[in-house]
Antibody
Framework: EVQLVQSGAEVKKPGESLKISCQGS????????IGWVRQMPGKGLEWLGI????????RYSPSLQGQVTISADKPISTAYLQWSSLKASDTAMYYC??????????????WGQGTLVTVSS | DIQLTQSPSFLSASVGDRVTITCRAS??????LAWYQQKPGKAPKLLIY???TLQSGVPSRLSGSGSGTEFTLTISSLQPEDFATYYC?????????FGQGTKLEIK
């Protein structure tokens, strides 16, 4: 059974750093792109970026590039989303999701349970 | 970036109704469109990919159509479990943007 399990909720202060995780199981982690999606309180879904663990190829949303870093540790089948200096506007639920494909089409087929990040002074 | 505009943003309907949600892309995306359902406090769930292909396990009362710039998600006979928020997503070009969402509420 494919599962993505994310790290627990975080409460941080502005300016602090943070790294949240997403561990995949039940499939070959290196062979599927994995992405991150943000959902600010009461708002819609926002695509942040994706990474291919096989070669660490990474694509970011232009609006977020430089503000977050996506990485992965293949031996432990874990993807990460990190910030070097959090802002209050980073307060949101963050989801990881696996990119599946069939017939040449892509989609997010499995999702993590979400990690709530709260940034407040 | 490719913009996706969903209409309506809010929809009030009754059990048994047929409803249609539209997603318009700012440029052609062939059939590289997926639909998701999200319930409060839960992660999104994949419903349809490739604009028309139902994900395994999704009820056949849901269907998707369209290509190019205009797409629709139709629920033929609403069931209580269908009341949720629905999002389209284009996976043709980076960034893989989402529509703003359509909240389907019980009338």
């Amino acid at each position: 059974e494919v599962q993505l399990v994310q790290s627990g909720a975080e409460v941080k202060k502005p300016g602090e750093s943070l790294k949240i995780s997403c561990q995949g199981s039940g499939y070959s982690f290196s062979d599927y792109w994995i992405g991150w999606v943000r959902q600010m309180p009461g708002k819609g879904l926002e695509w942040l970026g994706i990474l291919y663990p096989g070669d660490s190829n990474t694509r970011y949303s232009p609006s977020l590039q430089g503000q977050v870093t996506i990485s992965a540790d293949k031996p432990i089948s874990t993807a990460y989303l990190q910030w070097s200096s959090l802002k209050a506007s980073d307060t949101a639920m963050y989801y990881c999701a696996r990119v599946g494909s069939k017939f040449g089409y892509f989609y997010f087929d499995y999702w993590g349970q979400g990690t709530l990040v709260t940034v407040s002074s | 970036d490719i913009q996706l505009t969903q209409s309506p943003s809010f929809l009030s309907a009754s059990v048994g109704d047929r409803v249609t949600i539209t997603c318009r892309a700012s440029q052609g995306i062939s059939s590289y469109l997926a639909w998701y359902q999200q319930k409060p406090g839960k992660a999104p769930k994949l419903l349809i990919y490739g604009a028309t292909t139902l994900q395994s396990g999704v009820p056949s009362r849901l269907s998707g159509s369209g290509s190019g710039t205009e797409f629709t998600l139709t629920i033929s006979s609403l069931q209580p479990e269908d009341f949720a928020t629905y999002y389209c997503q284009q996976l043709d070009r980076y960034p893989y943007t989402f529509g703003q969402g359509t909240k389907l509420e019980i009338k």
